[in-house]
Every structure is written in structure tokens, then in C-alpha cells.
């Protein structure tokens, strides 16, 4: 299943989902169901879950986009009964991660409901893990909690379901939960779950971030960049401006101890982050011009930023990162 939630991962949901299906997915996973139905109003006609709730208000048009719906809770399924026939219906296991989900024997009694009901199709049986990306200890228990109940649901004569557990990161270090289905999330945009990790050597970023260099100006010392004058400089020094801010995404926190590339070199930051602009120190680039690229994101000849370096600098992780690219900024694919 590619994960295409949150316009896919802020890359594009229909594009992602297309480069996803040609790669070999077979399922595609949202989190709600306009998600979805962006997916069906594209053509795209594969087997697509909403990973989240299923508002009453929403429900006919699930039913019209031929979604699969997440089931956790007793009032969703008695309005799933009255909707209309064989919906495909996915039973979400809460093993430890407390948000989304019911209890392993609550799970067993909606998922043997869903499978006598002749208008419901009890399609998947599913959880997600917590901490797979540090604690496999944990992410182990999470793992028999849900295998033992989905034991149970085998016993009472329930069988033909999906069962599915991973996501990236169980994917990768935990082999024993791939079961029927993994859900490849942040991995599929070519991005580790954790940057110290080796895994898939061939692994590299899907997007690279750019914008344009708006103005270059020399500032003599003790001038100040920015709102709240937060870059002083210590002796005359050149500025660059760029065409990106925070309404772009570009975190207001990586001015901090973040960087660009421009020209092939990592420049730091100079002040305050704004909506629509930002500074660079171009002290170290001296041949720099309006109309330059920027890299926030990617390479250029020998240097390199990824979306781990950004959320480093802003003190976020890189799902925040790429999901916060906006919807002003172009998306070219190639």
C-alpha cells in the first residue's frame, strides 16, 4: 500500500499515486475521504483505504467513490449497516498507540459483526505501530498483541481478511510484521525514517526543492537582516534574498542553524525567516545573482540537503517538513 495522505507527503497525491501503482502498489492509503476521492476524480480505480474517520456526513460519498473504510468504533458501524452493500470494511486494532483504534477483544466482536453482515465485506484487520523507528521491543508487543487477536477472530470463523501492520519503518527492521500488506509511507518519497539508517542503499529523495535568488545587496558591518533584526552582520557582508518564506513551508525556526546551496555552496541563513521571503549569507559566494537557483532541498554539483538537515535546523521531523510544502508552490514532475 503507498501512502499518498497529505497530498502526498507534500509531493502530490495523484502523481505519487500514479508513479506508486506503476511501481508495483497495489493498495493506496488516505486519511480521509476527500483524499479519496481526489484519487477517483483522477481516474485512479485501485483499491484505496481511509486510513482515518469516516464523518456520517461523508458516508454517501465514501460509498459513491467505492472507498474502504476504517471501522473502530460501534456507532461508524451501525451507520456503515444502513448505508448500503458490500462496502469494504478495515477493523483497526489499537495495540499501544492510543490514538485511532479500539481494544484487541472489542476489535475481535466488530470484525466477526462486519463478517455476518451480508451488506459488509470485512476486508482488512489492521494496526499501527507506535515507535517502530526506535523501540522494536515495544513495536514486538504491539506486534503479538495484535496477532493474538487476530487469532482470536480466526477462531470464531472469520477468515479471508487483509491483515496489515507496518509501515516504513517495520517494513525495514522488523520483516516478522509485514504480513499480508506493509504501508509505505515516508520510505516510498525515497526519505529513511531515521538518517543514520543504511538500509536500501539505492534509497534516494523522489523531490528536490528550489527557488530563485529576488535581490543581492552589500551591507556595511553592524547592519541588521530581517524582521526582529535578528542577523547583525560583524563586517560588510552580501545578502541574497530568495522567494521562499514560511506560507511556502520553509520552517521560521531554520533560520536558526539552517542553510541553502547556491552555486554549489552551503550558505547559511541571515535573520528571521519571512511568510513569503528569506535572507542568505553570501559572503562565501561572492559571484552570486538575482535569478540564481536555490536548493533547500536536493543537490547541486557537490553539495547536498535533505529533508532530515531542514527538520534538523527547525527542530522538526522530515514528515513536518515535506508536508508543509504548500500548495502555492509549483510541483514539476519529471
Known amino acids: 500500500m503507498a501512502v499518498v495522505k497529505a497530498n502526498g507527503y507534500g509531493h502530490g497525491a495523484v502523481p505519487a499515486a500514479r508513479a506508486a501503482l ?19 476524480k483522477a481516474g485512479i480505480r485501485e483499491p484505496i483505504l481511509n486510513l482515518g474517520y469516516t464523518p456520517p456526513a461523508a458516508l454517501s460519498a465514501a460509498v459513491a467513490a467505492k472507498l474502504a473504510l476504517t471501522v473502530y468504533e460501534r456507532a461508524s458501524l451501525s451507520l456503515l449497516k444502513a448505508a448500503a452493500t458490500e462496502i469494504p470494511v478495515h477493523v483497526k486494532v489499537d495495540s499501544g498507540m492510543h490514538r485511532l483504534g479500539t481494544r484487541p477483544d472489542e476489535a475481535v466482536r466488530l470484525a466477526t459483526e462486519v463478517h455476518a453482515d451480508p451488506r459488509l465485506n470485512l476486508e482488512g484487520f489492521w ?18 498483541i495484535f496477532l493474538d487477536a487476530r487469532a482470536a477472530l480466526v477462531r470464531a470463523g472469520v477468515g479471508g481478511f487483509i491483515s496489515h501492520a507496518a509501515n516504513s519503518a517495520a517494513a525495514l527492521r522488523l520483516p516478522e510484521a509485514r504480513l499480508d500488506l506493509v504501508r509505505a509511507g515516508l520510505i516510498l518519497y525515497g526519505v529513511r525514517p531515521v538518517a543514520s539508517w543504511s538500509d536500501l542503499p539505492s534509497l534516494r529523495p523522489a523531490l528536490t526543492w528550489q527557488t530563485i535568488v529576488t535581490n543581492v545587496i552589500t ?21 541574497a534574498t530568495i522567494a521562499a518564506g ?6 521560521w525556526r531554520a533560520a536558526e542553524n539552517g542553510c541553502a546551496i547556491v552555486r554549489g555552496r552551503r550558505v547559511p541563513f541571515a535573520g528571521s525567516i519571512s511568510m513569503d521571503q528569506a535572507s542568505l549569507d553570501i559572503a562565501t559566494v561572492p559571484d552570486v545573482e538575482v535569478g540564481d537557483v536555490v536548493t533547500l532541498i536536493g543537490r547541486d554539483g557537490d553539495a547536498g540537503l535533505t529533508a532530515h538537515d531542514l527538520a534538523t535546523a527547525a527542530g522538526t521531523i522530515p514528515y513536518e517538513v515535506l508536508c508543509a510544502i504548500s500548495y502555492r508552490v509549483p510541483r514539476r514532475y519529471l
Open 219 to 239: 551591507l556595511p558591518g553592524e547592519a541588521t537582516v530581517g524582521y526582529g533584526r535578528r542577523f547583525t552582520a560583524k563586517q560588510p557582508v552580501r545578502v
Open 22 to 40: 506503476d511501481g508495483g502498489a497495489t493498495w493506496l492509503g488516505v486519511s480521509s475521504v476527500a483524499e479519496g476521492i481526489e484519487l477517483r
Open 127 to 144: 494496526t499501527h505501530f507506535a515507535d517502530a523507528d526506535h523501540d522494536l521491543d515495544f513495536t514486538r508487543e504491539q506486534l503479538r
Open 246 to 251: 514560511y506560507a511556502d513551508g520553509l520552517h
